[in-house]
């Protein structure tokens, strides 16, 4: 019966239960606070891992989106870094690792995570909701399904960034000049988030991950527990 328990998508949450809540408490009351922090990198590639295990039915357009979107956070990142027309005037600390014309290499693997995760997320929200209008013989047209999730999904990107951007910089991921976290990061956040969203629901994968939709949430108590309590 134990064996029943033992699937993808329950060993996969608990070990990113485990590694979020072990952060939580590391960073926030253990004397190792260093220690924690300098292992974000193990986090990052291990939430990724665990992604590309639990994903159902691999195909190449799911591996195409993985490396779309990796390159493309990367390729803005870049832009951002070293002209500031992007999200504005700052730069990488050491915590995230190597680094690729001031980017660290890890920051590909975080857009993919936010952007993959929202994008389950909503496509869950979605295929109910078509469920119960279907119930109800209501036909939602379908340039309205398309904005709707684009629109749904780059607010649900951009707000995890809110919540991120303080944290980050108490945890020397990042630094902004002056200390200011600029309006337009967020905008570029959105559009970015947009575009990607936009080329997830076109390509044609399987969108049904729970852990994916258990990780996003994770994340955000993990970083909106951080904000509260980190001094």
């Not at 292992?39 to 195409?64: D, E, G, I």
């Not at 999730?149 to 000049?177: N, S």
Request: hydrophobic share 55%; charged share 10%.
């Amino acid at each position: 019966m134990f064996k029943n328990y033992l699937t993808k998508q329950n060993v996969a949450i608990f070990l990113a239960i485990l590694f979020h809540f072990s952060g939580v408490i590391g960073i926030l009351f253990s004397s190792n606070k260093d220690w924690f922090i300098a292992n974000t990198p193990l986090n990052l590639v291990l939430m990724t891992l665990l992604l590309l295990w639990t994903q159902p039915n691999k195909n190449v357009f799911f591996f195409a989106f993985f490396i779309i979107t990796y390159l493309v956070g990367m390729g803005v990142e870049m832009i951002g870094v070293n002209t500031g027309k992007l999200f504005g005037n700052y730069h990488y600390g050491m915590v995230m690792g190597t680094k690729l014309n001031g980017v660290p290499y890890l920051i590909g693997l975080t857009w993919f995570t936010i952007i993959y995760c929202s994008g389950v997320l909503l496509s869950t929200i979605n295929d109910w909701v078509d469920e119960k209008t279907a119930l109800m013989d209501i036909k939602i047209k379908s340039w309205l399904q398309l904005g709707s999730f684009v629109l749904d999904g780059a607010l649900l990107t951009t707000m995890f960034d809110y919540y991120l951007e303080p944290v980050a910089i108490k945890l020397q991921y990042w630094t902004w000049k002056n200390n200011i976290i600029p309006n337009y990061n967020y905008i570029c956040w959105f559009g970015i988030s947009a575009l990607l969203l936009l080329i997830f629901k076109k390509m044609e994968f399987n969108k049904n991950n729970q852990f994916a939709i258990h990780l996003l949430v994770i994340q955000f108590l993990f970083f909106i527990a951080l904000q509260i309590y980190m001094k």
